[in-house]
């Protein structure tokens, strides 16, 4: 069954250092999400991507976030100066809307800002 | 008032239980209901997804949309030591970019 991947699984780093998740969506899939969960927290929406522009962003993706994709597979979420309280799971999710729209989710990359 | 409120539990049933999880919701623009599992540091898995109001069945799980009521549940019959996680509820608007909403999440516990 295809499914959603994420690299790396664990991401530590120091804070203002940059970091790059990357994300491989379901083949077939259009639309592209990422979403973040603080530990003990809610999950909650970053960005949309579709049509290889963002859709949608919300307030916590400030212009620190950037998504790209680079390729016909990977989808990236970069973070150019990280902050202590960027540290969080990172999901990434994505959709081929065809009828339905339900949004499959990768497993994750935590990501630990020191 | 919060988008979607969710009791966070924990919930702790004995195995063979029905299950009973519940979502309320403020915006009237919700069209698209799922409910998620996730296990502890893992992904949120999707388990059902219902459109507007009614009722949805697969399996052992029941998911139910009142609109009228901004009310959402996700009944889970015969309750198994394997359904302990967080269920999550999650909702989003037709509005193009079909973001979700999502819950605290319930933590349930089945107790073998």
């Known amino acids: 069954e295809p499914e959603v991947t994420q690299t790396p699984s664990h991401q530590v780093t120091q804070m203002g250092q940059e970091v790059i998740l990357r994300c491989v969506p379901i083949?077939?899939?259009?639309?592209f999400y990422w979403y973040r969960q603080i530990l003990g927290q809610k999950v909650e929406f970053l960005v949309s991507?579709?049509?290889?522009?963002?859709?949608?962003k919300s307030e916590i993706f400030d212009d620190q976030f950037s998504v790209e994709r680079p390729d016909g597979s990977n989808f990236t979420l970069k973070i150019r100066s990280t902050k202590l309280e960027d540290s969080a799971m990172y999901f990434c999710?994505?959709?081929?809307?065809?009828?339905?729209?339900?949004?499959?989710f990768g497993p994750g990359t935590r990501l630990t800002v020191t | 008032q919060k988008e979607v409120e969710q009791d966070p539990g924990p919930l702790s049933v004995p195995e063979g239980a029905i299950v009973s999880l519940n979502c309320t919701y403020s915006?009237?623009?919700?069209?698209?209901f799922m409910w998620y599992r996730q296990y502890s540091r893992k992904g949120p898995e999707l388990l059902m997804y219902?459109?507007?109001?009614g009722n949805k069945e697969d399996g052992r799980f029941t998911a139910q949309v009142d609109k009228s009521s901004k009310y959402i549940s996700l009944f889970i019959r015969d309750s198994q030591p394997s359904d302990s996680a967080t269920y999550l509820c999650?909702?989003?608007?037709?509005?193009?970019?079909?973001?979700?909403?999502f819950g605290t999440g319930t933590r349930l516990k089945v107790l073998a």
């Open positions: 999710a994505s959709t081929d809307c065809a009828g339905s729209c339900e949004q499959y």
């Open positions: 083949s077939n899939h259009l639309y």
């Open positions: 991507f579709y049509n290889n522009e963002i859709s949608e």
């Open positions: 915006n009237s623009a919700f069209q698209y």
């Open positions: 219902t459109y507007s109001s």
């Open positions: 999650a909702m989003s608007a037709n509005l193009g970019t079909y973001k979700y909403i």
